[in-house]
């Protein structure tokens, strides 16, 4: 059975960073799409940022602070977050999917809160 388990949440100052970590377990295939995910009290579930093999996609509101990385080996997949700013605060869920026709799989979510 698929398992997404994240980490690295946790709570920060304005300006401070966090690293989260997504790793998928229960496959020996590796993921060619994975994502970032945040969803905010009160708004719906929205893209941070999507990695591939051969591309990266981010949310304008994270381009230049956020980064996506991943680690084939592992089967897993970081979001590096700098420059974090109070909306920035949310539930942050990881997904995998082998291909865009396969099923999608997401983790468990982690709390990600930045005060000011």
């Known amino acids: 059975q698929v398992q997404l388990v994240e980490s690295g949440g946790g709570l920060v100052q304005a300006g401070g960073s966090l690293r989260l970590s997504c790793a998928v377990s229960?496959?020996?295939?590796?993921?060619?799409?994975m994502g970032w995910y945040r969803q905010a009290p009160g708004k719906q579930r929205e893209l941070v940022a999507r990695?591939?093999?051969?591309?990266?996609v981010y949310a304008d509101s994270v381009k230049g602070r956020f980064t996506i990385s991943r680690d084939n080996a592992k089967n897993t997949v970081y979001l590096q977050m700098n420059s974090l700013k109070p909306e920035d605060t949310a539930v942050y869920y990881c997904?995998?999917?082998?291909?865009?026709?396969?099923?999608?799989?997401w983790g468990q979510g982690t709390q990600v809160t930045v005060s000011s």
């Open positions: 990695i591939t093999r051969s591309s990266t």
């Open positions: 997904n995998a999917a082998l291909t865009e026709h396969t099923a999608l799989y």
């Open positions: 229960g496959s020996s295939f590796v993921f060619n799409i």
